[in-house]
Structures are given as C-alpha cells and as structure tokens.
C-alpha cells in the first residue's frame, strides 16, 4: 500500500484539501489611507528637504530680485471719433464700439508710438531701458541686502509736448539700441480697460517709483499728442491729395473740351440742330427725289398708254390721247379734203381727177399725221427717259447724303462719348472742391478724441515681486516637487512595503503583518525572551495568531520558513512560532538548517549539536534524545543540522511521528540555495518578507523557484510592517504634551526656587 509521508500530498490524493483556498487577487494600485501615511512617514525627510530648500530658494531669490513699481493713469476718450479726412459721410462721425477700443490698446503698444515716447521722454538716457548705460548703485539701509538700484538721471531731464507741437523722430547714431529700447518699453507698458468704458488705464514698472509714475504721465499725454498729429497729418494728406486730384481734374477736363472741339470741327458737326446744312438739304432733295419719281411714272404712263392706243386703233384713234397744234390743223385739213372729196365723189365719181387729185392729198395728209404721231411718241419716250435719268441722279444723291448721315451719327456718338466723359470729371472736379471746402485743416483745429482723465500716483510699495505671493508659491511649488521625487523614488525603489503587495506577489494570503517590536522591548531584552517573560507581548500574540490561522487552516506537520535575503526576521518567527506552540501544549522541534551566529540555535541559547541524519533515518537514534533544548525553556527542541544527500523523506517521517510541529528554519535564498531544493520535502512553506527591505524581484524570483520544486506555499509573513503603537496617534500626542507641559512647568519652578534662593 503506497503512503504519503507528506500530509497534504495525502490530501490531494483522497480529495480532502485543509490547506487555505487560493488567495484572491487584489489591485495593488490602489491605497488605503494607512498607505498614504506610510508614504509620507518613509519620504518625509526627501519631502521636507526639498520644500525648506525650495522655500528658502525663493525667499533668497525674491529678495535679490529688483523691486519694480507700477504707475497707472486713465485715459478716457470721446464717444464721438471725428475723421473729418475720411471719403465716406458715415465714417467721419462714428461711435466708439469694442473693436475700436481694442485698437486703441494696440496702437498703444505699437513701435510708432513708443518710438515717440522714447524721443519724446528721452529714455536713451535711462539706464533701465538703455542697456549700454551703467546704474549707479547706492547703499540702502531700507534694503533686504543693503544695496537698491538707482538710474541715473537723465542728462537734460524728460522733456514735454504738446498737442500743437510736431515731435520729430531725432537723428541717431545708434538706431539697433533704439530698437531695443524700444522693445525693453513695450514689456513695461500694458493697458486695460473694463467692460465696454471708454477709460482706458495705462500701467508702467519702473524699478524707480518717481520715474514709474512719471513714465506713465508721459506716455498717456504723447498719446493725446500722437494721435491728434496723427489725425492733422492724415487731414493734409487728404488735402494734399485732394488738391492734386483737383489740378490733374482741371487738366483732364480742358484736355477734353479740345477735344471735343476739334473732333466737332474735323467731323463738321454743330451743336445747333437748325445749322445742320446737310440735314436740311437732304429733306429737300428727298422732298425733290419724290416729286422726280412722280414725274417719271407720269411720263412712262403717258408714253405706254399712247403707244398702246395707237398700236391697237392706229391714226385715227391716236388723237385723242395725242394733243399738238400741227395735228389739231393736219386733222382739220383731212376732216376738209374728206367732205370735198366726198362732194365730188358724188358729183363726179371715183375716177374723176378732182377726186383722184383729193385722194393724193388725203394720202399726203395721213403721212403728215402719222408722221406727227410718231413724233409725239418719240418726245413723250424722251420725256419719260429723262424723268428717269433724274430719278436715277436723285437716288445717288439721296444714297450719298444717307452716307454722310450715317458717318455723321457716328461722329454725334463719339461727340456724346467725350461729353459725357467731360462731365464726369467735372463732377469728379465738383465733389473734390466741396471737400476741400469743408476741409481745411489750416483754419479748423483738430481736436484731440482723448484727454487724461487721472494722472499717476508715485508708487509706495513695489508690486514686483511680492514676497508674501512669491515665497508661499515657491514653498508650494517646493512641496510639490518633493512629492513627484518622492513618488519617483517610490517607483524606482521596486522594495516590498505593504501586505497587500506581499500577497499580489506570492499569490497567497499573508498570514501575519508584524511590526517594528523594537520599540516594545526591555534593555537587552529579544522578541524570543519578550514571549517568555510575557506570554501577552505584543510579538506572542503575533506569534499566537500565526499559530491559530496555522492549525485552522492547514494540518500540516513540517512548516518551513524561507526568506529571499537575510536579516528579514525568519529565523524570529520560526523560533517565535515553534516556542508559542510548545506553550500551548504542542510539541515542537526547531530543525535549525542554517547554523551560525544568526541560527536559531543561537537565537535560543541553545548548544549546538551536530548530529548525523543518517542515524536517524536508520531508526538507530532517538530524536530528543539528540536534541538540543533552550536552558529558558525546556520545551522547545533544536536540532542543528546541514542539507545533505541522506533520505530526507524517512527523517521527516520520523520527525512526524516524535513531534506536532517541525519548524524548519533554512538559509537565506540568496546565499544557499538549500531551502529551494528542501522545500519540496516539507509540507508548508511561509515566505518571510522585510518591510522597506526585500525587493519585490528578489521575492519574486524566489517565488518562481520554490513553484519550479513544487513546494506548497500556503502564505507569507511581512515583518516590520509600520511602527507598533499601544495607543492611538492622537493619545501618544497627547501624553506627550503633557510630558513637555509638565517639564516646563518643573524647570520653570526650579527657575523659580534658584532665584529665591
């Protein structure tokens, strides 16, 4: 049948687990108000070094500084901002709003103005602004150092203008200085107004209050001076330039006028319609051209009409639309010859010579009258040709007169064209006259849009720097800084300081947060004789918890106490453990594995016997009768002994057969490794962590070691973790304030009794 010799082994095996459930994860970044004290207590010394050093640092610095005095005077201005030089009727007369205001403030700070104020009150002469100039310095009892800054006083004292006399830039050999001192003046002037006023306030510092003041007087009334010239040169030029538009308008507009007259006389225009000769003489030659076209259609009509009669009904027809003298006679002759021949016809017959004779006569007669009829055609043909070739001549005429009224009204155009160009100028020409009439700066004074409504005072008490600002901001700055280094130095420590970030590490409940007992225990007194002379001591009653959380919660005989380094209290605990077991009763064994000064063994007082591991696992020895005992205490056993290649498995099992508790005390892990490879054979490990002295790698590391051999670690103990306090905070500072009361009272009656004495 195969048995465990190790408790929990056997446990897991059967399915029964007395041991602690798995820890629960916490959240290391949080902190408890403890912590935050804790943090202070540790830092306290980095925090309040680097705020005293800070705080004196800006008490040294702020009294070394120059003093500098601010000045201030009010300007108001006018409601009404008058441009009298201004195009637009709208913008000669406007009303102050913000924006203008604004742009008064910049104006203020602009280099054109402060470059006037440096000619007008001569700064190139002041030491503050003036770089290349030296102040004088003189010795001042008054002082913080016993030494102030004076300027030196200006060669020919500030000078003054007024608002009707010009400044002019002077001539300077050194226009780079200038510049810079004209920047040194910007930095030293501000301004500022409230709400929507119309008051502006000018602020300037000065390290000399006298001159402070006087600066700010000065620059508020070149103000009113440089805006006012600014106004009178903006009017002039308006002038000037007005005048100059009048001259060249004047010229344009003579420039015009000849040539409109010498385009009216090269075009043969008039600017009397009645004196248009070729308007009149083309309404009578179109009058005559219809009077010619009548004519002709007359003279065809009467020529057709006469042909075609004539045509059709021949001679005899043909008189009467064909009228003449000759063929009104030819035709009385025939009607004659016809009733003569007739008469004798009748009378004498056909033949008869008479009537051939009138015959003959007759037929001379109708040639006359044929021949007058072709006559008259050809005259009326005649006619109505030459009706035609004047009709013709007419047309050309008319056709050419309506050329030269076409170019004419082309001319008229252009005419019109240059007229109205002239009389734009001209107007152009009116409305410069009217502004220079009712602009003229020589007879209208400008008045100023602003006046100083408060001069400066001389300043008492700097207002920079200000010690009573400065040194409590400095101090607090200081503090500041000393808690980011102190959290710097919290970060970058990485050493192990609270339980909870014990258990993050170990993942496994801390069993016990003992802290620094030191300040409990009597003149050479240890933690070990502090539980014998007082089983109530503070470290017994930690001892007693670890006990109870130990055998309520896990069953395990052979517990084991390791530690990353050394001098972090395991050894106390596992002899502080093992004696509260043997008083209530148990009975523990020390398996001391790291004999020495600081061993257990020493620890109790107890003879140091090494004995052979092997006699034991043979069964040959009998374990108390080989072990050492403390000479304060019988109960508890020390066995002193060394890791070795023996069968550490039957020498346990005979130590789980003699004893309820083995408590087996091993070497630090960063000096032997034996408590790794030891820690496999035992049944419960407790890891023992320093407050403020293991470093969490060093834990962490031996964590991951004692997992890779398979020990079974079921919790941790943080020793010195704070300071041990009987009574509350707030009861130890009363009693001690008591103390210091009743010391003071005591001396302050010894005093008393010695001068009675």
């Avoid at 082309?410 to 006259?433: C, F, H, N, P, S």
């Avoid at 990353?564 to 002899?575: F, H, L, M, R, Y």
């Avoid at 892990?669 to 407790?686: K, R, Y």
Wanted: glycine share 6%; hydrophobic share 40%; with cysteine.
């Amino acid at each position: 049948m195969l048995k465990y010799d190790r408790e929990f082994e056997a446990d897991e095996k059967t399915g029964r687990r007395l041991g602690p459930a798995p820890a629960v994860s916490r959240d290391t970044s949080s902190y408890e108000l403890a912590a935050i004290v804790d943090f202070f207590r540790r830092h306290a010394k980095l925090i309040l070094f680097t705020a005293l050093t800070g705080t004196l640092l800006a008490t040294i610095i702020t009294l070394s500084l120059t003093k500098m005095y601010t000045a201030s005077s009010t300007l108001v201005f006018d409601r009404n901002d008058i441009r009298p030089y201004e195009a637009v009727i709208e913008l000669q007369k406007q009303e102050r709003d913000k924006s203008a205001m604004e742009t008064e403030m910049d104006l203020i700070k602009s280099r054109e103005f402060l470059g006037f104020v440096v000619d007008d009150l001569n700064l190139m002469q002041d030491p503050y602004f003036n770089a290349n100039l030296s102040p004088d310095i003189q010795q001042d009892a008054s002082s913080f150092w016993g030494w102030r800054w004076s300027p030196r006083k200006a060669q020919a004292g500030p000078r003054r203008v007024t608002a009707g006399q010009n400044v002019q830039r002077p001539t300077t050999l050194d226009p780079v200085n200038r510049d810079r001192v004209i920047t040194k003046l910007a930095a030293a002037i501000s301004a500022d107004r409230k709400g929507e006023s119309l008051a502006m306030t000018i602020y300037v510092q000065h390290p000399s209050a006298l001159y402070a003041a006087e600066i700010a007087n000065g620059v508020a009334a070149d103000y009113v001076v440089w805006s006012t010239q600014m106004k009178e040169l903006a009017a002039h030029a308006t002038v000037d330039t007005l005048r100059t538009q009048a001259k060249d308008l004047v010229q344009s507009i003579a420039k015009k006028e000849r040539e409109i007259a010498d385009f009216t006389m090269r075009s043969d225009l008039t600017f009397d319609p009645r004196d248009d000769v070729l308007r009149a003489r083309t309404e009578q030659l179109n009058q005559q051209f219809t009077l010619a076209r009548v004519d002709e259609a007359g003279a065809w009509a009467k020529y057709n009409e006469a042909k075609n009669v004539f045509s059709m009904t021949g001679i005899d027809s043909a008189g009467r639309v064909m009228t003449s003298e000759l063929l009104s006679s030819l035709r009385t002759e025939q009607g004659k010859l016809e009733r003569g021949r007739a008469q004798l016809a009748s009378k004498f017959g056909k033949n008869h010579p008479q009537v051939v004779e009138i015959d003959a006569e007759l037929a001379s007669n109708r040639q006359v009258i044929e021949g007058e009829i072709n006559r008259i055609l050809q005259e009326l043909e005649n006619d109505a040709k030459v009706a035609t070739v004047r009709v013709q001549k007419f047309q050309e005429e008319v056709g050419r007169l309506q050329k030269q009224m076409q170019d004419r009204n082309l001319d008229e155009i252009r005419r019109r064209e240059l007229e109205r160009d002239l009389l734009t100028e001209q107007k152009r020409y009116d409305a410069v006259v009217l502004r220079l009439g009712t602009l003229d700066p020589e007879k209208d004074e400008i008045k100023a849009t602003a006046r100083i409504a408060s001069f400066a005072e001389v300043p008492i008490d700097p207002s920079f720097p200000q010690p009573g600002l400065l040194i409590p901001i400095g101090g607090l700055a200081s503090l500041l800084l000393g808690l980011v280094g102190a959290m710097a130095v919290e970060a970058a420590d990485g050493r192990v300081r609270t339980a909870r970030t014990l258990e993050a590490i170990v993942n496994q409940p801390t069993y016990l947060s003992i802290p620094d007992l030191t300040a409990t225990l009597k003149q050479d007194q240890t933690l070990y004789r502090s539980i014998l002379a007082d089983p109530r001591s503070p470290f017994a009653r930690s001892m007693r918890s670890l006990c109870l959380g130990w055998k309520s919660q896990d069953a395990s005989k052979v517990v084991m106490f390791c530690s990353p380094s050394a001098n972090e209290g395991k050894t106390t605990c596992a002899v502080g453990m093992a004696t509260v077991a043997a008083l209530n009763g148990l009975r523990s064994v020390i398996l001391d594995m790291d004999p020495g000064p600081t061993g257990a063994t020493t620890m109790i007082g107890a003879p140091q016997r090494p004995f052979n591991l092997d006699l034991v696992a043979d069964g040959a020895t009998d374990l108390t009768s080989i072990s050492a005992q403390a000479p304060d205490f019988p109960f508890v056993h020390v066995l002193t002994s060394r890791l070795t290649l023996q069968d550490q498995e039957r020498i346990f099992g005979e130590l789980r057969r003699h004893f309820d508790l083995i408590v087996v005390d091993t070497p630090a892990a960063d000096n032997d490794d034996d408590a790794i490879w030891l820690a496999s054979h035992v049944d419960a490990v407790f890891v023992v962590a320093a407050a403020e002295r293991t470093y969490e790698k060093n834990l962490l590391d031996l964590v991951e070691r004692l997992t890779t051999s398979r020990a079974r670690i079921i919790g941790s103990i943080l020793n010195f973790a704070g300071i041990y306090r009987q009574k509350p905070i707030w009861r130890t500072l009363l009693d001690w304030l008591k103390n210091r009361l009743g010391s003071w009272r005591r001396t302050g009656n010894l005093g008393l009794q010695i001068r009675r004495s």
